[in-house]
C-alpha cells in the first residue's frame, strides 16, 4: 500500500511539475509574441526588451533564441544573430521558419558555404545555383582604403543618385533606403552573370568610386532605361558610407571604420522592407530629411547605427 501511495504522490508531483513547465512555456511565448506586436507597432526598445527576458528566462527556447537572433541581425550584429539561429534550429525550432530568416543573414555575411548547406532552404532552383557558383566565386572588395564620389542629394525618398559602373557601363544609380539589395534592369544583363530565368544574378564587377566590388548577388527587374539601377543602403553598410549632403560628396571605405565616429547615435533597423531608424526607442521611416540638419552622416553597419556630425 505504501508503495503505491509514493507512486501516486510521484505521479501527482510529475503532473504538476508538467504544467508548472507548461504554463512557464506558454508565458514565454507570450512574451515572443507581445516582442513581435510591439516591433510591429513601432516600439523598438519594448520589444527588444521582451526578446531578451525571453531569452533569459528560457535559454533553449528555439522561439525565443530566434525571435532574438532575428532582431539583433537586423540591428546590424549579424554573426551573433546567426549563431542564435542556428541554435534555434538545434534546440528544436522548426527548420523552415528559421531557415526563411537566416538565409538573408548568411548573404549579407558572404558565407555561402553555410547558406548551400541549410536545412529546409527557401531557395529556389536559381537562387541555389547562384549560391553554389557565389561559394566558389566569393565576393570581394578592392582599390584604396577609401574613396570619395559626387552624388546628387534627394529630400525624400532615395537618399540622392550616384553614378556606378556595372560590368562595363557607367549609369545612374539610386541610393534607396526602401529597396533591399542590388536592383539592376534588364538593360544591364548583358553585363551580369544570370541564373535560372535570368531575374536572378550576380554583378561580377561594380565600381563605386576608387572601389570595386566583386561578385555582388543581384535581382533584374524592369526599372527603365532613365534609374536601370537600385543600391539598397544595406549593400553599402559594410562600406561605413559618409555622406555629406551640402558638398555632394560621399565616402566610401573598403573596411570598417578606422576609428569610432563622433555624433549624435541614431541605431539602424535592416528589415525586408529597408532601413530604418531608431529614435528615442520608437521606429521611424529613414528619411535623408531627418537627417538634413547634419553636416556629415555615416552609416556604421557593423554598429547598427547612424552617426550626424552637426
Known sequence: MMRWSRIAAWGTCCVLALGASARA???????VARGDSLLRAGNAAAAEAHYYEAARRRPRDPAARLALG?????RGALKVGAVLMEEARFFGGDAATVAASLAPVYTRLGDFRA???LPSSPLGPAERARAEWLRANLPAATGPDSTTLAYVPLDSGPVGRVTITVGAKKVEALLDPATQGLVLDRSLASELRTFGDGRVAVATR?????I?????????????????????LDVLADRSPSFEPAAGRLTLRRGRLASREWGERLQTLFLPSGLYLIRDGRVRAFSAGT???????TLDGRRGEIVLAK
Open 70 to 74: 532575428r532582431y539583433l541581425a537586423a
Open 291 to 297: 537627417l538634413s540638419g547634419a553636416k556629415r552622416w
Open 25 to 31: 512555456l506558454g508565458a514565454q511565448r507570450v512574451l
Open 212 to 232: 570595386e566590388l566583386a561578385n555582388v548577388p543581384a535581382r533584374v527587374e524592369s526599372l527603365g532605361p532613365a534609374r536601370p539601377a537600385r543600391i539598397g
Open 115 to 117: 547558406l548551400t548547406s
Open 206 to 210: 561594380l565600381q563605386l568610386g576608387g
